[in-house]
């Protein structure tokens, strides 16, 4: 006997009572309504065995984004998986006066209710359920809580996540009845029949057109985000998203993964951010350093660039000037030699030697200053002696400005360096050209 036969058998009776056990059947569906994070690879697990390009794309799926948080598909997850989103981003943000102006845009979007003639007294209630998911996120920030439990207790509550659920799902609907020219076109019914049927009936699962409501109409005022990623049998090895805003700014983006009839959150990786100091070593060319008198730096001009050359600053010739913070020094003091003479008497007596006695080593005389010459100067043999006009240094032209009288010491570092105008690498470099009649002079 055929199924139609069958069916022509049964009485009236019988077919209302299979119509009523049909309308009232509902999966046993197990799990919470939105689960703690876990990681990707256990969708990579589900589809290992599946259809190669399910398994290629799940697989690089854990790569890209390797946390989720699974919604339990009941016929609101959709609906669920994006309030959870909006609420989660703007309790990441941390930010309490964003809250509160959040709180305030949702509650003002009751007019949008009124305008399609939703009853006040009967829509505050959905309202109300909200408004507390918005006042535990600014309590739980101004308390320094960074933990989100609390927003999937809130969305676990089987009442409560019921009735907030109920008061997006209307106000889409509203928004979808005062624009009807932006979504007609896209559905098969009208728009008030869809929203109707398919957007305000509960455990009715979202679609397409109903998620784009949803975002533009309540989402996207808030600066947030909203992607969704395909996971289908398309082209390609990666799941490919499409934006439902313009804009899908990081750390504000609510992710959604689709599989066919349901709905789940994705997440990127964290972003670790490394603070700890950064430590600059450098190779110390000597460890022979003699102490810098600062108060020779006022006698002239020094550049940055020359200040940011290693161990300059340890040359001899910066010990020479007197200290201008010192109270002596405006006192002149008298020239005296860096070295001393040497003592003409033992301390101890000399032990009897076999050998002939080694002749004593002469006192060597104070030094003269040396006097400025317009040529080139002769390398130093010995240090110069300290006088009141201030440090004594070899001339370079190639370690100063032009305008100083007056040269910083070619020390080994700054001779290799770039910002040494006679090294190839500098940008004011010029090659001396040589000319053959420079031979004969």
């Avoid at 309490?96 to 949008?112: D, F, M, T, W, Y």
């Avoid at 728009?191 to 784009?212: F, H, K, N, P």
């Avoid at 102490?291 to 002239?300: E, I, R």
């Amino acid at each position: 006997m055929s199924n139609s036969a069958n069916a022509n058998a049964l009485s009236t009776e019988e077919m209302e009572r299979f119509q009523k056990l049909s309308n009232e059947f509902e999966p046993d569906v197990k799990g919470p309504a939105v689960s703690v994070k876990q990681s990707s690879h256990n969708i990579a697990l589900e589809y290992a065995n599946a259809d190669p390009t399910l398994a290629a794309k799940t697989s690089a799926l854990a790569l890209t984004h390797p946390t989720t948080r699974v919604m339990r598909g009941d016929g609101n997850c959709g609906w669920r998986a994006v309030i959870f989103g909006y609420f989660e981003i703007l309790f990441n943000l941390r930010d309490p006066h964003r809250v509160q102006a959040e709180s305030q845009r949702i509650k003002n979007l009751n007019g949008l209710l009124d305008r399609v003639g939703h009853q006040q007294d009967i829509y505050e209630i959905f309202v109300d359920e909200t408004m507390d998911i918005f006042t535990q996120t600014l309590t739980a920030i101004q308390n320094g809580v960074h933990d989100e439990s609390f927003l999937v207790e809130a969305l676990c509550n089987e009442n409560q996540s019921n009735a907030v659920i109920t008061h997006f799902r209307l106000l889409t609907s509203a928004w979808m009845r005062l624009n009807p020219q932006d979504y007609q076109a896209f559905l098969s019914l009208p728009v008030d029949q869809y929203c109707s049927t398919r957007i305000e009936t509960v455990r009715t699962e979202i679609d397409e057109v109903g998620l784009q409501a949803l975002v533009v109409g309540i989402i996207k005022d808030a600066g947030f985000g909203v992607e969704i990623l395909y996971l289908d049998r398309s082209e390609g090895d990666a799941v490919t998203p499409h934006p439902l805003t313009t804009a899908t700014p990081a750390g504000a983006t609510i992710r959604l993964l689709y599989r066919p009839g349901h709905y789940d959150l994705l997440y990127r990786p964290e972003v670790e951010v490394n603070i700890n100091p950064m430590v600059n070593y450098q190779y110390g060319m000597t460890t022979n350093y003699a102490p810098w008198d600062q108060g020779a730096a006022h006698n002239f001009e020094i550049s940055p660039q020359m200040m940011a050359i290693p161990n300059l600053m340890a040359d001899p010739a910066f010990a020479m000037g007197p200290d201008p913070m010192s109270p002596m020094s405006s006192v002149s003091p008298a020239p005296a030699s860096p070295y001393q003479p040497s003592p003409t008497h033992e301390m101890y007596p000399t032990p009897i030697q076999s050998h002939a006695p080694v002749p004593a080593v002469p006192s060597i005389p104070a030094p003269s200053p040396p006097a400025v010459q317009s040529s080139a100067p002769k390398p130093m043999m010995s240090l110069p002696s300290r006088t009141s006009d201030g440090p004594q240094i070899r001339m370079n032209p190639f370690a100063m400005k032009a305008s100083l009288n007056r040269a910083l010491p070619v020390t080994t570092p700054f001779k290799n360096s770039p910002y040494n105008q006679a090294h190839f690498q500098n940008q004011d470099f010029e090659p001396i050209h040589w000319e053959p009649s420079d031979s004969r002079r």
